[in-house]
């Protein structure tokens, strides 16, 4: 029952508001104060709150006398002093969450995620750090850039980059050898020249290509070894006995040659036995065939000689020479004409060597580095040479430096290693024979490309790194000439002799008349 106020109020239910005695003594059914509890001690209210309030009236007995209402056929407001009084009940459908606590339960979700995902994921060592390289599409020094003051203004390890990959900034070495074999020790397989690791493994042991072992062995050297000394061969004698220290005679344990001692040098160095016995043995020294043997039929070559024999032999070996002559280049470079006259040619570019009806011989002048550095000039040396011309009936040979250049036949390219080729009319051999043009170069391994051409002319050159080295040997053309002189016997030398050379042929061959693929650009050096 509800309870009276002073006044005529009821409170019904808890939460609920009183309504004065004056105003009608309303009762009216709280829902959601205090007194309403959704169980767990309480805590229910705190996320819930009632909702769809719904308001109905109901009649309840106040005791005679006091309410406002009284009980007739129908109730009638009769005002104070009724039996009954009107209550107001409110009652509610159901219940909605707070919006705070929505805010929290989210978060509680997401955080009980993470930390989910945290568990699951597979944990990384924090104490290593990955080292990840990045391919990088610049290079790490312009090497142009600041060149003319590179000893002072450049960084150490700009020059040692320049140095190996772009063979600028590097140092003189005071000792007068020609490869520094410490610096770009560090990247030798990639960085080095060919010729720079061969010197470096002869000389200093450093930069040597790594030969791979065979598992396979030529012999067994445990079968038959109990009757080696009859029942194997020479060849299984030789090498197990060298490298098995088996099946060698009793009276020595040692081989007639060492083959692998002075093999760098072997062509001057070994004797002739040395050279027959390595190379049945071990296929070292072993001598390639030449076109002639120019000591056969000497005491009758100008009978007894074809003309290509002695164009050959005079070349090479200054035997049945007759009225040959003979051109070199080399150097900076410096010619020696056939006319026995010593010249310099200092400019750049593309020039006639020498210019006939039938003949067309060509070559290039570029500055180098070394002449840059050591010389402090811009002066020129040979890079190629070409041949070409009616002589060859339509064939053309091109030939530049061991390293970067390449020997071509019409334009394909040819020899890529030691051996012979024809080319049209021409024969070319390519080995370590000949000799040397400039002798300043003897300390570097030969690699020699001797021409047979049409007309008796022999030609042979000499291949370094990154320049050439020729020398031509012919007989004179009507109508011969070029910065090989003219071949009429009149011999020219000193500094006027130069500044006629270059002023008759220090412009170049016209484009139209060019025999390598494309032009270099003309260039004569200020001093």
């Keep these: 029952m509800p309870a009276v106020l002073a006044g005529g109020g009821v409170v019904a239910g808890g939460g609920g508001f009183v309504a004065g005695g004056g105003g009608g003594g309303a009762v009216v059914a709280?829902?959601?104060?205090?007194?309403?509890?959704?169980?767990?001690?309480g805590a229910g209210n705190v996320c819930f709150e009632p909702d769809g309030a719904a308001t109905t009236e109901n009649w309840a007995y106040v005791g005679k006398g006091g309410g406002q209402y009284q009980m007739v056929e129908s109730l009638q407001y009769v005002g104070q002093g009724g039996s009954y009084d009107r209550e107001r009940i409110v009652t509610y459908s159901g219940w909605r969450c707070r919006l705070w606590c929505i805010f929290l339960l989210v978060l509680l979700l997401l955080a009980g995620i993470g930390i989910l995902v945290w568990l699951i994921l597979p944990k990384t060592d924090t104490g290593k750090e990955e080292v990840v390289k990045v391919a990088s599409t610049s290079e790490p020094f312009d090497c142009e850039a600041g060149y003319w003051n590179w000893e002072k203004g450049w960084s150490?390890?700009?020059k040692h980059w320049c140095c190996d990959y772009k063979s600028r900034g590097c140092t003189e070495v005071t000792t007068s050898l020609p490869f520094d074999c410490d610096a770009g020790l560090s990247n030798w397989q990639q960085g080095w020249s060919i010729s720079k690791k061969q010197w470096c493994c002869a000389h200093q042991n450093k930069g040597c290509e790594v030969v791979t072992v065979q598992t396979s062995q030529p012999y067994d050297c445990q079968a038959g070894l109990s009757n080696w000394n009859v029942g194997w061969s020479r060849g299984k004698q030789l090498w197990c006995c060298a490298k098995q220290n088996l099946g060698c005679p009793k009276e020595t344990t040692s081989l007639p040659y060492d083959c692998s001692a002075g093999y760098s040098n072997w062509q001057a160095g070994w004797s002739p036995g040395k050279k027959a016995w390595c190379c049945q043995h071990f296929n070292k020294g072993c001598a390639v065939s030449l076109p002639y043997d120019c000591n056969a039929g000497f005491s009758n070559w100008q009978v007894g000689w074809s003309a290509g024999k002695k164009a050959w032999c005079c070349h090479h070996e200054s035997k049945g020479c007759g009225h040959t002559g003979s051109c070199s280049l080399w150097g900076d470079p410096h010619i020696f004409t056939f006319d026995h006259s010593r010249l310099v040619f200092y400019s750049e570019g593309d020039f006639w060597v020498v210019k006939s009806p039938t003949i067309s011989i060509q070559g290039r002048f570029e500055a180098t580095d070394w002449t840059k550095k050591n010389d402090e000039t811009d002066y020129s040396s040979m890079t190629g040479v070409v041949v070409g011309g009616q002589f060859m009936q339509g064939h053309k040979i091109e030939i530049g430096p061991a390293d970067t250049g390449k020997i071509t036949c019409n334009g394909q390219e040819i020899l890529h290693y030691f051996g012979t080729v024809k080319c049209g009319p021409a024969t070319l051999y390519y080995n370590q024979q000949g000799e040397l043009v400039d002798s300043a170069m003897a300390f570097l391994p030969h690699k020699v490309v001797h021409m047979t051409l049409p007309n008796n002319v022999v030609m042979q050159v000499n291949r370094w790194p990154n320049f050439i080295n020729a020398k031509?040997?012919?007989?004179?053309?009507?109508?011969?000439?070029?910065?090989?002189?003219?071949?009429?016997?009149?011999?020219?030398a000193g500094f006027q002799a130069g500044k006629e050379l270059h002023a008759k042929w220090g412009f170049g061959v016209p484009r139209e008349d060019l025999l390598f693929p494309s032009a270099i650009p003309l260039h004569v050096p200020e001093k």
């Design 30 to 41: 709280g829902g959601g104060g205090a007194g309403l509890d959704l169980g767990c001690g």
């Design 156 to 158: 150490i390890a700009k």
């Design 472 to 492: 031509i040997t012919m007989q004179q053309e009507s109508g011969q000439e070029g910065i090989c002189g003219d071949f009429n016997g009149i011999k020219k």
